[in-house]
């Protein structure tokens, strides 16, 4: 636009005030690539009290989410999630955290949770075609060396900020429009106790 600075004297000033076209700023979310993130049931318990048991060095399937791209706009492109773990475990009684796409690969690894986020950075981005789903499934290892028996842990999805997601023709980043809530939205699981066994030799005198 056009700003009047000064006058000077004994000049005349014609054709002010001078305007444009009037515009509007429009809300354009409904142009964005939308997505919502479900729970898939994994093999643990479905509440703390009734956590499933895992052995020291077990791997097993800890989480499993569902992202569907909703309104087929344009693809969704997935950098990354960010997966919270719940319960009395504490950093580094768990390591080896996988998170795996529907087709078997590897999308990233994590050796612990740090301030009980896993933060997985997809080693190349995932895409998800517009107007369909695909599931990612987390898995964990339960550390050895840890005193960590009768521990309990959940692993979830947080925040709707925690799935890294973006238009592939934008570019925009995006939060998911739907997380999983609720009980039911998350499976538990407990480090089984282990067991000591002290036996007298044979060829002791005692």
Same mark, same amino acid.
């Given at each position: 636009g056009l700003t009047l600075s000064k =006058?000077?004297? &004994?000049? /005349?000033v014609t054709g002010a005030p001078v305007s444009s076209a009037v515009h509007s700023v429009v809300d354009g979310s409904s142009a964005l690539v939308q997505y919502n993130v479900t729970s898939i049931a994994v093999g643990g318990g479905s509440s703390e009290p009734s956590a499933v048991s895992l052995d020291i060095g077990q791997t097993t399937e800890v989480a499993k989410f569902k992202v569907e791209q909703k309104n087929s706009k344009e693809d969704l492109v997935v950098d990354g999630m960010n997966v919270f773990v719940e319960g009395s475990v504490s950093d580094g *009684?768990? $390591? !080896?955290?996988q998170i795996v796409s529907q087709e078997g690969n590897v999308l990233a690894t994590a050796t612990t949770s740090v301030g009980r986020y896993v933060n997985f950075q997809f080693t190349a981005p995932y895409t998800i075609p517009q107007g369909s789903s695909r599931f990612f499934t987390v898995k964990a290892t339960v550390a050895t060396g840890k005193y960590n028996s !009768? +521990? !309990?842990?959940? %692993? @979830?999805? +947080? $925040? $709707?900020? *925690?799935? =890294?997601? @973006? &238009? %592939?023709? /934008?570019g925009t980043y995006v939060l998911a429009s739907s997380i999983p809530t609720g009980s039911n939205s998350q499976y538990w699981y407990k480090v089984r106790e282990g067991t000591v066994t002290v036996a007298k030799a044979t060829d002791s005198r005692s």
């Open positions: =006058v000077l004297a &004994g000049g /005349t *009684d768990l $390591d !080896t955290f !009768t +521990r !309990t842990f959940s %692993a @979830k999805i +947080r $925040d $709707d900020f *925690d799935i =890294v997601a @973006k &238009g %592939a023709v /934008t």
